[in-house]
């Protein structure tokens, strides 16, 4: 179970750079979701923006539970919980899927989704990098990109990892305003 706040905030994404986002939990990208295969999942979502807004989680859940649809949009103030079984195994994406659908996920409303297969995998370091892009003079190109949010952050902190350790990275692509990186897949 998880509770999913939508609302209003000024982030840094980079060094003295802010931002007015739009945040799952104060937050750009959102709290990973996680379960395994087959768990039941539910995330109760209030929208406390000044926007609608909703939650669209890719992979296979019941049609009124997708969040793509102009009547799931949640208005501001309102709530609605979502509640389905964690399929398939996989990386996914979840994200508002209210129009302009653009600019809701650009403004930061999005986050990873990971389904564990049953039985699990070998253990490992994990690392969730969400690839994320920032258009701070509003003109639908991107001035500054990140990976989780923050511009040149690996830069001066960069991930160590030892030789023979087995690493696991899981990788979003959560770009737009950038015809050539925008990509996510819906795993159906």
């Given at each position: 179970?998880?509770?999913?706040?939508?609302d209003?905030r000024?982030?840094?994404?980079?060094?003295?750079?802010?931002?007015?986002?739009?945040?799952?939990?104060?937050?750009?990208?959102?709290?990973t979701?996680?379960?395994?295969?087959g768990?039941?999942?539910?995330v109760?979502?209030?929208?406390?923006?000044?926007?609608?807004?909703t939650i669209?989680?890719?992979?296979?859940?019941?049609p009124?539970?997708?969040g793509?649809l102009?009547?799931h949009?949640v208005?501001?103030?309102?709530?609605?919980?979502?509640?389905?079984?964690?399929?398939?195994?996989?990386?996914?994406?979840?994200?508002?899927?209210?129009v302009?659908?653009?600019?809701?996920i650009?403004k930061?409303?999005?986050?990873?989704?990971?389904?564990?297969?049953?039985?699990g995998?070998p253990?490992?370091?994990e690392?969730v990098?969400?690839?994320?892009?920032?258009?701070?003079?509003?003109d639908?190109?991107n001035e500054?990109?990140?990976?989780?949010?923050?511009?040149?952050?690996?830069?001066?902190r960069?991930?160590?990892?030892?030789?023979g350790e087995?690493v696991?990275i899981?990788?979003?692509n959560?770009l737009e305003?950038?015809l050539l990186?925008?990509?996510?897949?819906?795993?159906?």
């Amino acid at each position: 179970e998880y509770d999913l706040v939508a609302d209003e905030r000024e982030i840094e994404v980079a060094p003295g750079v802010f931002y007015p986002a739009w945040t799952y939990n104060g937050q750009v990208p959102g709290p990973t979701i996680r379960a395994t295969e087959g768990d039941r999942l539910r995330v109760r979502f209030l929208n406390q923006g000044t926007h609608p807004h909703t939650i669209h989680f890719h992979g296979w859940h019941p049609p009124e539970m997708d969040g793509s649809l102009p009547a799931h949009e949640v208005l501001p103030g309102e709530s609605f919980t979502y509640e389905f079984d964690a399929e398939p195994a996989g990386l996914h994406l979840y994200h508002c899927h209210a129009v302009p659908l653009k600019r809701h996920i650009h403004k930061g409303l999005y986050g990873t989704f990971i389904v564990d297969p049953r039985g699990g995998r070998p253990p490992a370091d994990e690392l969730v990098m969400v690839m994320n892009a920032f258009d701070t003079n509003f003109d639908n190109e991107n001035e500054v990109y990140a990976v989780n949010t923050v511009a040149f952050e690996y830069l001066h902190r960069p991930v160590r990892v030892k030789r023979g350790e087995l690493v696991r990275i899981y990788l979003v692509n959560a770009l737009e305003f950038d015809l050539l990186n925008s990509f996510h897949v819906h795993a159906n």
